[in-house]
């Protein structure tokens, strides 16, 4: 085993929410100040006998900050086949490929308009050498992290960075805080970025890529506290100064605008530990000199309700899906305890939390390595993710960015591969659906939820986002998280004068419906009908369902 319980804090899981933890909504009064919808909850009314009807209130002349594309950021790490296998298959591979590089996946990727990718870890950031994954022939090492297997290097920077550009997506690179120097950090970053002729920057050429990188986000260590190196948050802001000091972007378009944003390890969780991490970061920050700065605090959040991840990922019930939403729920409480801490060193929110480790985490699949961190991903992860990515653009104004974990083949994956085989994942298609929020502007809403009680577990029974797009159109994304009910909307929309509605919706016949590779579309989206009826937007919604409908 690649991990034994004692090392269970290494990932971060000590923030795992006793499961009655309150939901993360609070009193209907909280709710609807935050929200700004407002939904009655009433009875059930023919012809759907079982159906709950729901009004609902949007006014879109408020605006809210804007849902940073960067929040529908992937996280891809060298570990299982999330690289191998999942992105790269070599450039003799019959599978078809571009210098290597799978063609589905890449085409898969485009449709989800990833905004960025964090590379090359996680835990294996800060055993990575960048040497190792340039020239030829690679040396070959090894993934102590991830069950020990022979690491290629393969895939290194030409590869990661030629895949993101056929994907369209910005390169988050984590540096090697826990076992390299300043100096190789600095060292790589030369190489990728500067446009002069250094001996560095030749290399680069001769290596096939003449002109700089563009780097958009700069990781300085990951979870520091535990497997980047196990150090006490004092320790760490020394690195951080280090790093944040020598570590350049030498890119000449990357210096007065789109500047490199650099990312300091954060919290792992909710406890003391983890509120002091925060506290000495951002107190130092508050008091940072022209030699160093940061543009973002990065914190890790997985749903896994204890350790080791036990849960099942396929063949579970009503129970276990209820648990696990009310589990992710917490991501709530977590976030805001944190960005009140940053509120009080950085109360004009210029470093943004970054919450670029979050999903679920179930039981590795029978039969596969279980360092290799492989599960089924269901329509319950497609209703973790959407309440995951409502929490976020909730709190838009200081969360600029997350990573969900991990792209392909490892945990809450987008697409799974087997050889030539590929299928989209349930929660694929909620990223699918959500492309319009990307940079959109947050409408401020109240709602009152109502609920569903599933044994002694309490859940909201609906979740909601609103947002206005670029051209002024109107979206709501509304979850139905009631497994058994139909769920009514009626919504009164002030601030547009709503003309027509289009919606799609994602559900599926069980909570734990999957898609394989045999039957690959038994959880797809497929339009709704959504009307407008006297100025108010009319839907209904499947029970557990995701739903995104635009209003013009
Ligand atoms: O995503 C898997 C691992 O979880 C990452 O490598 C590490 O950062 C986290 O603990």
Redesign the pocket.
Request: with cysteine; proline share 0%; charged share 15%.
């Given at each position: 085993m690649f991990l034994s319980p004692t090392e269970s804090s290494?990932?971060?899981?000590n923030f795992v929410p006793p499961p009655m933890v309150p939901t993360h909504l609070g009193a209907p009064a909280i709710r609807a100040l935050l929200f700004g919808f407002i939904l009655v909850v009433s009875g059930a009314s023919a012809p759907l006998a079982n159906a709950q009807k729901v009004e609902l209130s949007v006014d879109a002349s408020k605006s809210g900050p804007k849902i940073d594309r960067n929040i529908f950021g992937q996280?891809a790490?060298h570990?299982g086949h999330g690289i191998y296998e999942g992105i790269w298959v070599g450039p003799d591979s019959t599978i078809p490929n571009t210098r290597g590089i799978r063609n589905d996946v890449v085409q898969a990727l485009r449709a989800i308009r990833v905004p960025n990718v964090r590379w090359p870890?996680?835990?294996?950031?800060d055993e990575y050498h960048w040497r190792n994954g340039i020239g030829n022939p690679r040396t070959v090492t090894l993934n102590p992290?991830?069950g020990g297997v022979i690491e290629p290097n393969s895939v290194g920077t030409h590869e990661f960075m030629d895949f993101l550009d056929q994907i369209g997506a910005e390169a988050y690179v984590s540096v090697n805080v826990g076992s390299g120097t300043p100096r190789e950090a600095a060292e790589w970053l030369e190489y990728l970025t500067t446009a002069q002729p250094t001996t560095l920057a030749k290399e680069r050429s001769a290596n096939g890529h003449p002109g700089p990188y563009k780097i958009g986000f700069l990781g300085i260590g990951?979870?520091s506290w535990?497997?980047?190196g196990n150090m006490t948050p004092d320790y760490y802001l020394s690195q951080l100064k280090i790093y944040s000091r020598f570590v350049r972007n030498f890119n000449p378009a990357q210096q007065d605008k789109q500047q490199m944003l650099k990312i300091a390890v954060g919290p792992?969780g909710g406890e003391t530990r983890w509120t002091e991490w925060t506290e000495t970061i951002m107190k130092a920050y508050q008091q940072h000199t022209w030699s160093w700065d940061i543009n973002g605090l990065s914190m890790?959040s997985?749903t896994v309700g204890k350790w080791p991840p036990s849960y099942a990922s396929e063949n579970f019930g009503e129970t276990e899906y209820s648990q696990f939403l009310k589990f992710t729920l917490a991501m709530d409480d977590l976030v805001t305890k944190h960005s009140a801490i940053m509120d009080k060193y950085d109360p004009e929110k210029k470093v943004a939390l970054v919450v670029d480790?979050w999903g679920a985490?179930y039981a590795p699949l029978p039969g596969s390595n279980p360092g290799f961190?492989v599960q089924q991903n269901s329509l319950r992860d497609a209703i973790l993710a959407a309440l995951n990515l409502n929490i976020f653009a909730r709190h838009a104004d200081r969360v600029r960015m997350a990573n969900i974990?991990?792209m392909i083949n490892?945990?809450q994956a987008m697409i799974l591969t087997d050889k030539e085989k590929m299928v989209l994942t349930p929660t694929y298609y909620v990223y699918k659906m959500y492309v319009p929020f990307q940079d959109s502007t947050f409408v401020p809403v109240t709602f009152d939820a109502g609920t569903h009680t599933h044994g002694d577990i309490t859940l909201p029974r609906v979740d909601a986002i609103a947002a206005k797009d670029a051209t002024g159109k109107l979206w709501l994304a509304i979850t139905n998280i009631d497994p058994d009910r139909v769920v009514e909307i009626e919504a009164n929309l002030a601030g547009i004068t709503a003309k027509s509605a289009m919606g799609e919706t994602l559900t599926a016949p069980k909570v734990d419906s999957v898609n394989t590779f045999g039957a690959p579309n038994t959880v797809m989206p497929k339009s709704v009908p959504a009307n407008i009826q006297g100025g108010k937007l009319v839907v209904k919604l499947d029970p557990k369902s995701v739903t995104v409908i635009s209003v013009e």
């Open positions: 290494t990932l971060g899981l996280f790490e570990l870890g996680g835990c294996f950031a992290n991830w990951n979870e535990d497997c980047g792992g890790h997985y480790e985490w961190l974990a991990q490892v945990l």
